[in-house]
């Protein structure tokens, strides 16, 4: 599947789009990761479908058997019914150290990780009239992590969807956060494990952490998840996607 494997620059999913030096930065030491798969995190809706259609076989070929246990695992937890948008596949992100090809490059993808955000994805597609927008879920599948670890980094501030209000970790309203004032917040990292399935509603305030590895010419080292969201419809189903 490596031929399907798609370079993603820091910033085309807006996460650091906020932060134009830091894009440049990015860029011109080429520091990249991947996607597999049609995700709607990187791509509009026509690009989306386009992917799909081509690679979807193939993708369900592959990976069939994780996607039904990551559906399982899901309706388990949320005790409701959860089944996949259009039967379509679920997408993987991929940090590799192939990328990192000076010592420059490796001081920098040790320190940088992306702008804090919440995840608003759902909305990027097309849902039955009534449907809340609020009610989401976000998903991420550690499939292989460096020998260093890694998780998701979550700001002690949460978005309350339901009132449209911005909340601390006490449930005190707080005005609206900036991307400048995230970066002061006080945080903590969840680890992840592989194997082991992290879901949380998409709206704690959030980043992925720095990706800590040695240079390419010293070993290959990976970051590799599976990543979803969830929104929940009046039919009664969550509705899980890339």
Same mark, same amino acid.
């Given at each position: 599947?490596?031929?399907?494997?798609?370079? %993603?620059?820091?910033?085309?999913?807006?996460?650091?789009?906020?932060?134009?030096?830091?894009?440049?930065?990015?860029?011109?030491?080429?520091?990249?990761?991947?996607?597999?798969?049609?995700?709607?995190?990187?791509?509009?809706?026509?690009?989306?479908?386009?992917?799909?259609?081509?690679?979807?076989?193939?993708?369900?070929?592959?990976?069939?058997?994780?996607?039904?246990?990551?559906?399982?695992?899901?309706?388990?937890?949320?005790?409701?019914?959860?089944?996949?948008?259009?039967?379509?596949?679920?997408?993987?992100?991929?940090?590799?150290?192939?990328?990192?090809?000076?010592?420059?490059?490796? %001081?920098?993808?040790?320190?940088?990780?992306?702008?804090?955000?919440?995840?608003?994805?759902?909305?990027?597609?097309?849902?039955? %009239?009534?449907?809340?927008?609020?009610?989401?879920?976000?998903?991420?599948?550690?499939?292989?992590? &460096?020998?260093?670890?890694?998780?998701?980094?979550?700001?002690?501030?949460?978005?309350?969807?339901?009132?449209?209000?911005?909340?601390?970790?006490?449930?005190? &309203?707080?005005?609206?956060?900036?991307?400048? %004032?995230?970066?002061?917040?006080?945080?903590?990292?969840?680890?992840?494990?592989?194997?082991?399935?992290?879901?949380?509603?998409?709206?704690?305030?959030?980043?992925? &952490?720095?990706?800590?590895? &040695?240079?390419?010419?010293?070993?290959?080292?990976?970051?590799?998840?599976?990543?979803?969201?969830?929104?929940?419809?009046?039919?009664?189903?969550?509705?899980?996607?890339?």
């Amino acid at each position: 599947m490596r031929e399907e494997w798609k370079a %993603q620059m820091p910033g085309d999913e807006a996460t650091v789009g906020a932060m134009p030096e830091l894009k440049a930065l990015l860029k011109r030491l080429d520091l990249h990761y991947f996607t597999l798969g049609a995700t709607h995190n990187y791509m509009i809706a026509t690009e989306v479908h386009a992917l799909a259609e081509r690679i979807d076989e193939k993708m369900q070929k592959a990976f069939s058997s994780l996607y039904e246990e990551v559906r399982k695992v899901l309706e388990r937890h949320m005790r409701e019914p959860v089944r996949f948008v259009n039967g379509r596949h679920l997408a993987f992100r991929i940090f590799s150290n192939e990328v990192i090809k000076t010592m420059e490059a490796q %001081q920098v993808a040790s320190r940088v990780h992306s702008s804090p955000h919440y995840d608003m994805i759902a909305e990027n597609l097309d849902w039955p %009239q009534g449907t809340r927008m609020n009610h989401t879920i976000s998903f991420t599948l550690p499939i292989k992590l &460096p020998p260093a670890g890694h998780g998701l980094k979550i700001y002690h501030a949460y978005y309350d969807s339901y009132n449209d209000v911005w909340v601390d970790m006490d449930l005190n &309203p707080i005005e609206p956060i900036s991307t400048d %004032q995230a970066f002061q917040l006080d945080s903590h990292i969840h680890p992840y494990k592989t194997g082991v399935l992290a879901l949380h509603s998409g709206f704690e305030l959030h980043c992925i &952490p720095p990706f800590n590895a &040695p240079m390419y010419n010293e070993g290959e080292v990976y970051r590799i998840t599976l990543q979803g969201w969830g929104i929940w419809t009046d039919d009664g189903y969550w509705n899980i996607f890339s």
